[in-house]
């Protein structure tokens, strides 16, 4: 078997070329596989980091009517005891309260529906990263009566700039229409511009006094050390405080749980096409190496060459030029990967789509090493099962036939 | 002692339609240890077909081979190739070695499918390249020998396995009138010394005239042998 596997080597260095293509193109198949699926995955890890870091927190709580029905009398039952519960937690890092209410904003050009975010700006930083995202004006440092800090899009919508007044108005709890002028403080610009153009935020303090909400919470927001430990906080939170609902931020939003499992399932799909692509590749390629040495083969079958022999030889041949190619294949692709996820990948171009849809402009591909392995071993499989098509065509040779077709 | 007998051998090409061909049409034949047998006849005549079916490389239409009490016209395809192994050498018009081998590493091959020794298949395949004058050409590939010197390969290949016969389809003709004389010099000596028997078939006058048999076919029938 030792020279046979020494013969298959030397055969595919006789028609370099060809070698080279087939090379080639497994290694184009590997890059462009994992590239795409690296892009991917960026994208969805980077998306996945931007709603929580700016809208979700790794865990919120809400009254339990609240989740279905954002309801300004659905506030927290029993505040006190469950701040007390969240500062109680070593695995709390930062948490804040929100007093939320559903209004209307209007400016001389109009009036739109908007979430009023009553906030404690102090807390609010520690738990999102809104005040990093500003386009202009400040953060709750500058105005003293009634700011607000709004998102870009309903800022264009409204026509207001930094300083410009704007009306908000609001039902309070005993359903008496509230209005009062605020002044635009900062104007934010998140990745998601259907975010921008529903939330204010406003101070906490503010909203209570017009609302008549003193000591009322519709919202906390927190978050732990690290991603890792929300569902055990979660779990451990929720028996401390039985009457409020605790959602860890994959449980608030689901869909992005969902688009990280549907990726991969995704991932695999593309790469299955582009193996496909490979296998019809490998098996044709080989044909025509067959086809070519018939004679050469009708010879050694002649001479006494088993068929095992021949399929072996057939099929190492396959596995060695796959075997040159799949390492250069990964080294490449985990070098591109790499770069590109120092770099990033600018598609303003595309961008304005993408936006929209909570995806920034510069991705960052992303790859886990796992999915190397995977890729690597689906390639070797199927150039393997792409070997036996050409190594069968070999057996059915009579030798013959071959011998005498000079 | 008689190592092949053919029994009314026939093989038709497209049996029935109108292009039917009679390549082989009965043909009775005995071949003793240690002949020196060439197969001659015009273009066509079925010199290939016969020494094809002989080899066990083919099948007939009808009728028996037998080689040493074996009758192979019985043989599966994969008893077929290991009975070749074992007891037929072949030499090739062309295309005879396996390119990316050296001279010596061709003539090991075989006896490696064999299932012989390293040591043992070394030895041998020097002294073999060493009767058919090649000693100083044992490391090189094919493409770098002449025409002449492939064939010498290929026969000293063809006796590595010991096989009870040697069958050559035209191994002359693609080599010059020097290589000619040189290759049957070396098969008639190997003939003459070791025992060994030869079949072959050729258009070469020079070649018939150094045949000790000739058996002569025209239309698939045997029509002279002396
Ligand atoms: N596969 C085939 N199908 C149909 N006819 C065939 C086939 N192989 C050989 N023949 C025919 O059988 C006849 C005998 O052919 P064969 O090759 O045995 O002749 P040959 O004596 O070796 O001729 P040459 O001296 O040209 O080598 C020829 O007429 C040839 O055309
Ligand atoms: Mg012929």
């Known amino acids: 078997m030792i020279q046979i596997i020494k013969i298959a080597w030397r055969n595919i260095w006789r028609n370099k070329l060809r070698s080279f293509v087939v090379i080639f193109s497994i290694v184009l198949g590997i890059w462009a596989g994992l590239f795409i699926m690296a892009l991917t995955l960026g994208l969805n890890e980077q998306r996945m980091n931007g709603a929580i870091n700016t809208y979700l927190s790794h865990i919120q709580i809400h009254n339990p009517d609240y989740i279905n029905d954002p309801n300004i009398k659905s506030y927290i039952s029993q505040p006190e005891q469950t701040l007390a519960a969240l500062r109680q937690n070593k695995n709390i890092k930062a948490f804040s309260e929100r007093t939320i209410v559903m209004g209307m904003v209007s400016s001389s050009k109009g009036a739109y529906g908007v979430r009023l975010m009553g906030i404690n700006p102090e807390q609010e930083k520690q738990v999102s990263d809104i005040h990093t995202l500003l386009t202009s004006g400040t953060y709750f440092t500058k105005f003293k009566r009634n700011p607000a800090v709004i998102g870009q899009k309903l800022a264009d919508k409204l026509g207001a700039k930094v300083r410009s007044k704007i009306v908000i108005s609001f039902q309070d709890l005993n359903n008496d229409i509230i209005s009062a002028a605020f002044r635009v403080e900062g104007i934010y610009k998140s990745s998601s511009s259907r975010y921008d153009e529903y939330n204010i935020f406003i101070k906490r303090d503010d909203l209570n006094r017009l609302g008549h909400l003193n000591g009322k919470i519709h919202e906390i927001a927190a978050i732990c050390p690290s991603i890792n430990q929300v569902d055990e906080v979660v779990k451990s939170l929720q028996v401390a405080i039985p009457d409020s609902k605790v959602q860890g931020w994959d449980e608030v939003a689901p869909e992005l749980g969902y688009a990280q499992e549907m990726m991969s399932s995704v991932i695999y799909i593309f790469m299955g096409i582009i193996l496909f692509a490979l296998a019809f590749g490998i098996v044709n390629t080989m044909l025509m190496a067959i086809l070519e040495r018939r004679r050469e083969l ?109 | 002692m008689s190592i092949i007998t053919t029994k009314d051998l026939f093989k038709i090409y497209n049996a029935g339609s109108e292009i039917e061909v009679r390549a082989l049409n009965g043909v009775d034949l005995n071949i003793k240890e240690g002949e020196f047998t060439a197969i001659v006849g015009p273009s066509g005549s079925g010199k290939t077909t016969l020494l094809n079916i002989i080899g066990g490389l083919d099948q007939p239409t009808s009728g028996s081979v037998i080689i040493n009490e074996t009758e192979i016209t019985n043989l599966n395809a994969n008893q077929l190739i290991d009975f070749r192994l074992h007891n037929i050498g072949f030499v090739f018009q062309a295309y005879n070695l396996i390119p990316v081998l050296t001279a010596l590493e061709n003539v090991e091959f075989i006896m490696m499918m064999q299932g012989e020794p390293q040591d043992l298949r070394q030895k041998r395949a020097k002294e073999l390249l060493k009767a058919v004058g090649l000693e100083r050409e044992t490391n090189k590939r094919p493409n770098k020998m002449s025409g002449g010197q492939q064939q010498r390969v290929a026969v000293a290949r063809a006796l590595a396995s010991k096989p009870k016969f040697v069958l050559a389809d035209e191994p002359t003709a693609n080599l010059d009138s020097k290589s000619t004389a040189q290759l049957l010099d070396i098969m008639a000596n190997l003939n003459k010394e070791e025992g060994t028997t030869f079949i072959f078939s050729t258009h070469d006058q020079r070649v018939i005239d150094r045949a000790r048999r000739v058996i002569t076919l025209d239309d698939g029938k045997i029509i002279a042998d002396e």
């Open chain 1, 298 to 406: 009708g010879m050694l079958m002649s001479v006494g060459m088993n068929k095992i022999k021949l399929f072996s030889m057939i099929v190492f041949e396959t596995i060695f030029l796959s075997s040159i190619a799949v390492p250069v294949g990964m080294l490449l692709s985990y070098l591109f990967i790499q770069y590109f996820a120092h770099k990033g990948i600018d598609l303003s171009v595309a961008a304005k789509g993408l936006e929209s849809l909570g995806i920034s402009a510069i991705i960052y591909p992303y790859m886990p090493g796992h999915y190397y392995f995977s890729i690597t071993l689906m390639t070797v499989l199927v150039a393997f099962l792409s070997s036996l098509v050409p190594a069968k065509k070999a057996l059915n040779l009579n030798p013959a036939e071959a011998v005498r077709s000079i």
